[in-house]
């Protein structure tokens, strides 16, 4: 059986005169490689699996109430990321962000009718429960889906732009210098309404509902000071909560995505 022969094309013109340019064209035509096809094959179905890892994959965001303020409940990014890989089944990804207590990661998910949840809860519980066990600190776990924070933000911000006519008076002026905030609560509240649960004047504070569980808080500039709202919301609706400013949840979810 004949074997077929490279067949090579070569054309190259040229001078040796140094101010002259030199052009070189070559082409070159082979059959087939065997070995490179099965290399080249192997890498399409590792890209495929990759992409169908990515797919099956479930992203959260674990936020934790008190951790690393005013010198309590010190703890490591690298220490929670260890906790989370060896609590999680199916970890495929975990990440700090800041030192106050946010942790993003990813779950392999093999089970399409799973209960989120269901799952969520469950891991809320076991974190919390082996950060008391083996690190001493006493928290409150909070975990929201990827899902769960871009509603957020999309909400949030027709709340930023609200019309200045369904504001009082005095908290037009301050609408254009003020600060936003979401605010994570631990058990579920009754939806209002009306979209302003609360004004707390005093505190230069307004809320908004997100949902049953998540708060919008505009904080205004009153004499260069500004409301804190996480214990003035778990006073008022007796819960448990933890805060974050609303840019902070942008970028997570900019690196979660």
């Known amino acids: 059986m004949k074997r077929k022969q490279q067949q090579v094309v070569q054309k190259v013109t040229g001078t040796n005169d140094s101010n002259k340019s030199t052009n070189t064209t070559t082409t070159i035509t082979q059959q087939d490689n065997p070995t490179i096809n099965i290399k080249k094959r192997k890498k399409q179905i590792e890209q495929l699996e990759e992409q169908e890892l990515e797919n099956q994959e479930m992203k959260f965001v674990a936020f934790f109430r008190g951790i690393n303020i005013g010198g309590r409940n010190i703890i490591k990014n690298d220490s929670l990321c260890k906790l989370f890989k060896s609590t999680i089944n199916n970890c495929t990804f975990v990440k700090g962000h800041l030192q106050s207590g946010n942790i993003l990661f990813k779950i392999n998910n093999k089970n399409k009718n799973i209960d989120i949840d269901s799952l969520i809860t469950e891991i809320e519980i076991e974190i919390t429960k082996k950060l008391k066990e083996e690190h001493k600190i006493e928290t409150t776990t909070f975990i929201r889906s990827l899902n769960d924070l871009q509603n957020i933000i999309k909400k949030s911000s027709s709340f930023i732009n609200i019309k200045n ?9 301050e609408k254009k210098d003020s600060k936003y905030f979401i605010t994570f ?46 214990n003035i919301i778990e006073k008022e609706l007796n819960v448990i909560g933890t805060t974050r400013y609303l840019n902070v949840i942008e970028k997570i979810v900019t690196l979660l995505k």
């Not at 006519?165 to 002026?173: C, N």
């Open 165 to 173: 006519s369904q504001l009082e008076e005095e908290e037009k002026q």
């Open 185 to 230: 609560l631990s058990n579920k509240i009754e939806m209002t309404n009306d979209f302003i649960i609360k004004r707390k004047k005093k505190d230069n504070m307004i809320w908004y509902n997100l949902s049953e569980i998540d708060i919008f808080s505009k904080s205004l500039n009153e004499n260069d000071k500004y409301g804190s709202p996480n």
